[in-house]
C-alpha cells in the first residue's frame, strides 16, 4: 500500500482537505487501485492553526511493483497547488513503507503539540516523501501524521471506500457489504448479520479498524433502520 496524505489545503470559503483528497483519488484511480480515503482527527487546541476541526486525509493506493515515490508525489502536488487556497498552509506526504515512528507521530499530534521539526526528522529517518507546498507549511504535521495513522490500520474513518458514496435510502446489509464496507457493527462491538441500514444519503462513513472499513449502527427500536454513527 502506498499512502498520501495532505492537511492544511483549504480556508474558510474553499472546500476541504477531504474532499480535496478525494479528488485525487479519483484521477489517480486512472492508474491506480484506490483503496479508500480516510479523515483522521488531530489536537484540537487555540494554539494549533485550523479551518474547522483541525483534521488530515490519507489516500489509500493499491499498487504493485516499484512506484517511483517522488514521481508520484510530484503528481500530486501539481494537484494539490492547481488547488491552492490562498491562506492555506498544504503539506504533502507519500510512503509505502511507513514506520513505527511514524505512525507514533500521528498518535503524538492527536493529544499533543508537535513541530515541523519533529515531522521532517521522522521523515528523514523513515525515507519517505514530505513537502511543504506554501504559506508556513505547518501542513507538513498533519500530513506525516495522516500517513502514520492510516497505516495503522487503527485510526480515523473513510471519506471514501468502494461505492459507499453512491449509495442512497435504507438499504439491506448485503447492498452496504457489497458497497465496499467490511464489515457492520453494533456498538457493543457485536456483528451484524442481517437489517436494514440508512445510508443517510451516501454519507456512511465507516471506521478503520484493524485495516478494514468497518460501519458502526446503532437504533432507537427494533422496527426502525439501523443508524450509522461516526466514530474518529
Not at 204 to 232: C, F, H, M, N, T
Amino acid at each position: 500500500m502506498i499512502y498520501i496524505g495532505v492537511d492544511d489545503t483549504d480556508n474558510h470559503e474553499s472546500r476541504g482537505t477531504g474532499r480535496l483528497a478525494r479528488s485525487i483519488a479519483q484521477i489517480l484511480g486512472r492508474s491506480f487501485q484506490i483503496a479508500g480515503v480516510t479523515r483522521h482527527q488531530l489536537l484540537v487546541d487555540p494554539r494549533v492553526p485550523c479551518t474547522s476541526h483541525n483534521s488530515c486525509a490519507a489516500v489509500h493506493v493499491r499498487a504493485d511493483g516499484d512506484i517511483d515515490l517522488v514521481a508520484l508525489a510530484d503528481d500530486v502536488q501539481g494537484l494539490m497547488l492547481a488547488d491552492y487556497q490562498l491562506g492555506s498552509d498544504p503539506g504533502l506526504c507519500v510512503a509505502r513503507a511507513v514506520t513505527p515512528a511514524m505512525s507514533e507521530f500521528g498518535r503524538r499530534a492527536k493529544v499533543e503539540l508537535v513541530t515541523q521539526d519533529e515531522a521532517y526528522a521522522v521523515a528523514q529517518a523513515a525515507g519517505c516523501v514530505l513537502r511543504g507546498l506554501a504559506g508556513t507549511r505547518d501542513g507538513v504535521i498533519g500530513a506525516l501524521a495522516a500517513v502514520g495513522l492510516a497505516a495503522s490500520g487503527q485510526d480515523g474513518r473513510f471519506l471514501l471506500v468502494g461505492t459507499m458514496r453512491e449509495l442512497a435510502g435504507v438499504q439491506p446489509l448485503g447492498v452496504v457489504l457489497a458497497a465496499g464496507i467490511s464489515e457492520v457493527r453494533q456498538m457493543d462491538g457485536r456483528r451484524l448479520e442481517a437489517g436494514l441500514i440508512d445510508t443517510c444519503g451516501g454519507k456512511l462513513r465507516p471506521a478503520l479498524r484493524s485495516g478494514r472499513a468497518i460501519l458502526y449502527v446503532q437504533r432507537q427500536a427494533d422496527e426502525q433502520p439501523w443508524q450509522p454513527v461516526k466514530l474518529d
